[in-house]
């Protein structure tokens, strides 16, 4: 049924496990605190360290981001971007980088206006590899997931720590690329997660599925990103970056000279963990 056989995340997951490590994934905001200054963090992840990429897609009512991301959103819609330009971002990103997988997230209702067919088409032309699209569940898989799969895309979906061995079955339907474990109940950037809980959860996870398992939601240093790498296949890192973007902004909240070097700063020093992590036994 699926065309997304053979991804760039697919051949990114394949080639990290024969390293025998996990994958950093690093998200950031389109758009966030402007376009330019958004395609020159982009190009600065992979060379930091970063093996898939995230981008948000900006929308003005976001329900699983926390503080940070819901701000990093309304900085990028305030310099004007839009899911267009969003693609167009990824499309510039891939002049210059053909193999850094990249994932957009974000919400269904900006690429229900867009059009399912005509997003599709234009993500798969930009060089888009994936969506994860939260607030679409398992059971309107016939709005998105089916016709991205169709498409070539994959489909990543949430697991979190409330989704039981009942409903997981249905969560890893047709869900392609990686799982995504969100590693506590809340939204992004909210709190620490229990490493050993998270280690557990994806054990469990892995019973049901051969996809990797990334874990996200409260990733906030090196040692926490080493942590998760012990036993997950990804670590997802998002409000840890937007936050060091803010701090990198003047006081009007414009880019500065120190914005991209900050946020390949962490993004190194997240990489470090991931690489240096001791690997649980298989």
């Given at each position: 049924?699926?065309?997304?056989?053979?991804?760039?995340?697919?051949?990114?997951?394949?080639?990290?496990?024969?390293?025998?490590?996990?994958?950093?994934?690093?998200?950031?905001?389109a758009?966030?605190?402007?376009?330019?200054?958004?395609?020159?963090?982009?190009?600065?992840?992979?060379?930091?360290?970063?093996?898939?990429?995230?981008?948000?897609?900006?929308?003005?009512?976001?329900?699983?981001?926390?503080?940070?991301?819901?701000?990093?959103?309304?900085?990028?819609?305030?310099?004007g971007?839009?899911?267009?330009?969003?693609?167009?971002?990824?499309?510039?990103?891939?002049?210059?980088?053909?193999?850094?997988?990249?994932?957009l997230?974000?919400?269904?209702?900006?690429?229900?206006?867009?059009?399912?067919?005509?997003?599709?088409?234009?993500?798969k032309?930009?060089?888009?590899?994936?969506?994860?699209?939260?607030?679409l569940?398992?059971?309107?898989?016939?709005?998105?997931?089916?016709?991205?799969?169709?498409?070539?895309?994959?489909?990543?979906?949430?697991?979190?720590?409330?989704?039981?061995?009942?409903?997981?079955?249905?969560?890893?339907?047709?869900?392609?690329?990686?799982?995504?474990?969100?590693?506590?109940?809340?939204?992004?950037?909210?709190?620490?997660?229990?490493?050993?809980?998270?280690?557990?959860?994806?054990?469990?996870?892995?019973?049901?599925?051969?996809?990797?398992?990334?874990?996200?939601?409260?990733?906030?240093?090196?040692?926490?990103?080493?942590?998760?790498?012990a036993?997950?296949?990804?670590?997802?890192?998002?409000?840890?970056?937007?936050?060091?973007?803010?701090?990198?902004?003047?006081?009007?909240?414009?880019?500065?000279?120190?914005?991209?070097?900050?946020?390949?700063?962490?993004?190194?020093?997240?990489?470090?963990?991931?690489?240096?992590?001791?690997?649980?036994?298989?």
């Amino acid at each position: 049924m699926s065309n997304a056989s053979s991804t760039r995340i697919d051949r990114r997951f394949k080639d990290l496990a024969v390293e025998g490590r996990a994958a950093l994934v690093a998200f950031v905001m389109a758009g966030d605190p402007d376009l330019a200054a958004s395609l020159d963090i982009l190009k600065a992840l992979p060379k930091a360290g970063a093996d898939v990429i995230e981008v948000g897609m900006p929308f003005t009512d976001p329900m699983a981001d926390g503080p940070a991301i819901q701000a990093a959103g309304l900085r990028a819609l305030a310099a004007g971007t839009t899911l267009a330009k969003t693609l167009k971002l990824v499309a510039d990103f891939r002049r210059e980088d053909q193999t850094t997988p990249i994932v957009l997230m974000g919400y269904y209702n900006p690429i229900y206006v867009y059009g399912v067919p005509a997003f599709l088409d234009a993500a798969k032309e930009s060089g888009v590899d994936g969506l994860i699209v939260v607030d679409l569940p398992p059971e309107e898989d016939s709005e998105l997931c089916l016709p991205a799969l169709a498409a070539g895309l994959n489909f990543i979906r949430l697991a979190t720590p409330t989704t039981d061995d009942a409903r997981l079955p249905a969560v890893l339907t047709n869900t392609s690329g990686f799982v995504y474990y969100v590693s506590i109940t809340g939204t992004t950037g909210a709190a620490t997660p229990d490493f050993s809980a998270t280690a557990r959860a994806v054990e469990r996870i892995k019973r049901h599925t051969g996809l990797p398992v990334a874990v996200g939601f409260g990733v906030k240093t090196a040692a926490d990103a080493a942590a998760i790498a012990a036993h997950a296949d990804g670590v997802v890192v998002g409000s840890a970056i937007v936050d060091v973007l803010r701090g990198s902004l003047d006081a009007e909240g414009r880019a500065t000279r120190d914005t991209t070097p900050a946020v390949a700063r962490l993004v190194a020093d997240l990489a470090e963990g991931v690489r240096t992590a001791a690997r649980a036994p298989a």
